[in-house]
């Protein structure tokens, strides 16, 4: 019942014996030769553990690891690795004192199919008895996982008319068991079928390879316009057919090959067409096609064969796949009245070779045109008319400028808002165009040499059509040119080619009936003068002799290049003078100081000298002047600005009127009149002494009023209001009030005398004085 197998080295024997049923494998993985405690130099290498998964006796003993070492104390063993102390945790465990290893927990292969373990020998107190040995545990597979399909289901597609053998699509299962045993070796096989329409076809049309899972065509007959689709029954099954199945589904489209080629129906169609008329639909016609619909296997496609004037086209609906005819030229009934039209249709991808051969099919369409009173046409549009600018009114411009397709009479007309300048006339009658009044270049409306009108014609039916009028003009020689400057200077002496009047033209007309300019002299004034061209449009007017310093009038005669050429003389006044080292002509003085002949620097100095002397004895006399005035002034003389002859008494100011008269001189003659007394004085004092003369300089004008103020303030006998305004006598009949009626009819705060502003700087000092602010 038991027996040990002995495993001989040169250096140790590990003995394995195994016990039948009562006891575990014993395994010596420390033994050594001899009796003493040598250590091997080598390890045996343990033969893997196997152990079946999903074992149903648990615990379940493995094996036992034993040391055959005599050690006075007990041995412990212990085992790590994963499935002890590592994940997977709590596999496996080890009986530390008989060294007895169990597996706790059913195994599962497809998780972890083997685990390495390490143990141990050990003293009581933890101390290595022996080096470490691995223990390799295996799991044993056993059939436990079925077979499963990747895709259901699966999708595949085969032509309609396909041969036998023809591959139609792979498919493919997996099986979790172990793939190096039988429990995961697979075979395929196909256990139903079903068409699409149902029972449309009822042998096997398709085989599958039980190995690898191709599947593929073992009939003829798939016809897509019979049968659109087959879905098939898949079966797996692993141990090679005999283990574990699945089922799958598989479904496969037949597509469809284009072996139908279109036909009309009907073939003959008869369409109405209005002339003059493009781009819009004349008719359809329709084509029948057993092919997929909305592939190009169905899709037709149209040509027309005889259509030799491009009046027509066709396209296809993608919708209908019907044909559009359609007019893309205007038709003209009066040029043909009928059109038989050939069409033929095919499909967008070629014919299959395995298409019944029918031939193409042709409809015939008959279009009639329908007749229509058309618009009149232009021969032209625009209208284009070249003419110069001068024509004469009345000039035929344009003839037989429009005719009409229905031979009907014609009327025309300018339209009035396209001819702003109304230079156009036309015959109502015939359309000759005739200009009205002559043309103008210069015309706002003229751009580019180019006049822009319209004309409207319109026939019997009072169709009518309008065209451009485009009018060419041509510049023709109206106005002669104008010299320009006409006034000018020429430096005396100097280099001859340098002095000269540089002139110029001005002409209204365009190029070319302008520039270039010729400048001439007439041969009788040409005897002190001459002119040279410079360019096309300047000339140099230069003297022929050293002239005097004095004016001349020149006669320049300027021709254009026009056709014919106008010309026109002009005066040109030139002043010949003497210049400065700019070339620019100096003042007279500076003409004299300039010449050779003037007076020499010295007595220049002397001059400005003298000059300056007399300057400075003016300036002295006039200070003089003033100084005795100052101090011989006159009695009677005007304060600021002169004397007065009529007046006996001080005045402010020499003016002619400045008092209110005799009334003022009454009042103060009177005790003062109707004014008040002051209070703050006692009555019938004497009054101090005023100031009587007004001083000389008028500068002084301030101390002499601040005087006659202080001398007031002090008055008892004033009004408190009537300050330093007492004057004996003003002037009589002055329109205007005097000074010291200032105040007489109101109080100081009612009075305004900004007007004193008014009167000059000198009287600003009086109005400051009397500022209420």
């Known amino acids: 019942g038991g027996g040990c197998l002995v495993f001989a080295h040169a250096c140790m024997s590990v003995s394995l014996c195994v016990e039948k049923e009562l006891h575990p494998q014993v395994l010596h993985p420390w033994r050594s030769r001899g009796k003493g405690l040598v250590r091997v130099k080598r390890d045996w290498i343990i033969p893997p553990i196997r152990v079946s998964e999903n074992s149903k006796q648990i615990p379940e003993t493995l094996v036992q690891i034993k040391s055959d070492k005599i050690f006075t104390g007990e041995v412990i063993y212990k085992l790590e690795g994963p499935g002890v102390d590592q994940e997977p945790k709590n596999l496996f465990e080890i009986d530390d004192k008989t060294g007895v290893i169990r597996s706790k927990r059913p195994l599962d292969r497809e998780k972890y199919s083997s685990f390495s373990l390490k143990a141990f020998a050990l003293s009581p107190s933890g101390e290595r008895l022996e080096n470490p040995t691995t223990i390799k545990i295996v799991v044993l597979d056993q059939n436990d996982n079925r077979p499963v399909f990747l895709h259901s289901p699966f999708v595949g597609t085969v032509s309609e008319f396909s041969v036998p053998g023809t591959s139609v699509m792979t498919v493919t299962a997996i099986d979790a068991d172990d793939p190096v045993t039988e429990n995961a070796v697979l075979s395929y096989s196909i256990i139903g079928q079903e068409s699409i329409p149902p029972n449309a076809i009822t042998k096997i049309m398709f085989g599958i390879n039980n190995e690898t899972g191709a599947i593929y065509t073992r009939d003829v007959g798939l016809d897509r316009e019979v049968v659109k689709e087959f879905k098939l029954k898949l079966q797996v099954a692993d141990m ?60 037709a496609r149209y040509s027309i064969g005889n259509d030799h004037g491009g009046n027509f086209a066709v396209h296809t609906d993608p919708i209908t796949n019907q044909g559009v005819l359609t007019v893309v030229k205007p038709l003209d009934y009066e040029a043909q009245s009928k059109y038989h039209l050939f069409l033929e249709v095919e499909n967008l991808n070629p014919l299959s070779s395995k298409a019944s051969r029918l031939t193409s099919s042709i409809a015939t369409v008959t279009v009639t045109v329908v007749n229509e009173n058309e618009a009149p046409r232009f021969r032209e549009d625009p209208i284009q008319i070249e003419v110069p600018e001068s024509v004469q009114p009345g000039t035929l411009l344009k003839s037989n400028i429009a005719f009409d397709p229905d031979n009907s009479d014609l009327r025309y007309d300018i339209a009035i808002s396209r001819d702003p300048e109304s230079w156009l006339d036309i015959n109502r009658d015939t359309g000759d165009i005739t200009a009205k009044r002559k043309f103008n270049m210069r015309s706002p409306h003229v751009k580019n040499s180019i006049y822009t009108a319209a004309v409207k014609v319109t026939d019997a039916g009072g169709v009518s059509a309008v065209a451009t009028v485009a009018i060419a003009l041509k510049e023709t020689n109206d106005f002669p040119p104008q ?138 006399a006039v200070a003089l002047t003033a100084c005795g005035r100052r101090h011989h002034i006159k009695k009677g003389t005007g304060l600021l600005i002169g004397e007065s002859e009529d007046d006996i008494r001080d005045n402010v100011f020499n003016y002619d009127e400045q008092g209110g008269g005799e009334e003022d001189e009454v009042r103060l003659k009177h005790g003062l009149g109707d004014h008040p007394l002051r209070k703050d004085a006692p009555h019938k004092l004497p009054s101090p002494t005023y100031p009587r003369r007004p001083p000389a300089d008028p500068t002084d004008i301030e101390d002499y009023i601040n005087d006659g103020l202080e001398a007031a303030d002090h008055d008892p006998n004033v009004p408190p209001y009537d300050t330093a305004l007492i004057y004996d006598y003003e002037g009589d009949g002055s329109l205007a009030g005097s000074l010291s009626s200032i105040a007489s009819g109101s109080s100081d705060g009612d009075q305004d005398y900004d007007y004193l502003n008014d009167w000059g700087p000198r009287f600003k000092k009086l109005a400051n004085m009397y500022d209420p602010r």
């Not at 002397?606 to 002295?620: E, F, K, N, Q, T």
Request: aromatic fraction near 6%; charge should be negative.
């Open 240 to 299: 090679g057919g005999m283990g574990l199945t699945s089922e799958g589904v598989a479904i496969i489209h037949v597509s469809d090959i284009n072996n139908h080629a279109p036909q009309f129906s009907p073939d003959l169609y008869s369409m109405t067409a209005v002339e003059n008329r493009n781009n819009y639909e004349l008719g359809r016609v329709n084509v029948t096609d057993r092919d997929d619909t909305g592939t190009g296997n169905w899709e």
């Open 483 to 620: 010299v320009f400057p006409l006034t000018g200077f020429v430096c005396r002496g100097g280099s001859r080619s340098r002095n000269g009047l540089l002139l110029t033209a001005v002409d209204e007309d365009l190029p070319p009936q302008a520039a270039p300019f010729l400048f001439q002299i007439p041969d009788d004034l040409s005897a002190n003068w001459t002119i040279t061209q410079v360019n096309d449009t300047h000339a140099m007017l230069q003297p022929l002799v050293d002239l005097e310093v004095r004016d001349y009038a020149v006669t320049v005669l300027v021709s254009d290049s026009g056709s014919p050429a106008l010309s026109a003389e002009a005066q040109v006044n030139v002043t010949v003078c003497l210049c400065d080292s700019f070339r620019d002509c100096k003042s007279e003085a500076g003409a004299i100081l300039g010449s050779s002949v003037g007076i020499n620097f010295i007595a220049l100095i002397i001059i400005v000298a003298s000059a300056a002397l007399l300057l400075l004895l003016l300036l002295l």
